[in-house]
């Protein structure tokens, strides 16, 4: 009887050994979270069609892209809205878990975040009135350009030759200021430069492109686990066709 017993415990204690490794092995599996169970996003909401608000919610492909990644680790998506000059800050200082904003990956960037492997490829392109007289890059020489304070629009315009910048908190602040004649130009990502100008008269994209770049989610240096989860997740999103599909929800070729 006495021998039965202790047999019992030791399996009673083996199966509570092995769920412990269970969940062990299932918090290692979702990467380290800022918070237990959740995985909180920061990023700038005024950047469609990658972040958006439709009424109180946000929404866009990023917001889907993590809802997705979210889902593969079993985590609670939390989207925290902040400026886009912010986000790195917040990443770098355990605040947010990602920063997924459109976010082009820099050489510049690298030294203070990770970033995960990249899920689109983005170009800076320039906006101009339909009478304006800027018709290449090169004609920016000398003009006033609006960007979005720490966007790359804004770090590369600084190299165009004799330019002044003026920088705005969001996008359409800069294409407010273009509409009513205080800029000759915005530098912005191409497709909320789409989504801008399919919203008003008047204004147009320049054909040749700014530059060319690549969005990734930036994550904390020392988070190397929640890199290889989100990298994870991103791998399976791309072969199971999920993330041509959250695209195409928003953007339709022309
Ligand atoms: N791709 C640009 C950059 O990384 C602009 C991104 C702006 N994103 C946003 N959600 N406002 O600098």
Do not use: W
Request: with cysteine; charged share 25%.
């Amino acid at each position: 009887m006495k021998k039965n017993l202790s047999r019992v415990v030791s399996v009673l204690l083996l199966v509570a050994m092995s769920a412990m490794l269970v969940v062990g092995c299932g918090s290692k599996k979702s990467g380290m979270t800022v918070e237990e169970g959740k995985l909180i996003m920061g990023t700038n909401a005024a950047f469609p069609p990658y972040e958006y608000y439709e009424g109180d919610t946000i929404v866009g492909i990023d917001a889907e892209i993590a809802q997705a990644i979210a889902d593969e680790l079993g985590l609670e998506l939390v989207i925290e809205d902040m400026e886009f000059d912010g986000i790195i800050g917040a990443v770098t200082a355990g605040k947010v878990d990602m920063g997924l904003a459109g976010m082009t990956v820099t050489e510049d960037r690298l030294e203070n975040v990770n970033f995960s492997d990249t899920y689109a490829h983005a170009s800076q392109v320039v906006i101009v009135t339909n009478d304006s007289e800027i018709a290449t890059v090169d004609d920016l020489a000398n003009k006033t350009v609006g960007v979005q304070l720490g966007t790359t629009g804004d770090i590369y315009a600084e190299d165009i030759e004799g330019v002044t910048l003026e920088r705005y908190n969001k996008g359409f602040e800069a294409v407010q200021s273009l509409l009513t004649g205080k800029i000759d130009a915005v530098i912005i990502d191409e497709q909320p430069a789409k989504a801008f100008v399919s919203q008003n008269e008047g204004i147009k994209i320049l054909e040749e492109k700014f530059t060319d770049e690549d969005y990734a989610a930036a994550i904390a240096k020392d988070n190397t686990e929640l890199v290889e989860a989100v990298n994870k997740a991103l791998a399976n999103l791309k072969s199971s066709g999920k993330l041509d599909e959250i695209v195409a929800k928003y953007i339709t070729e022309d």
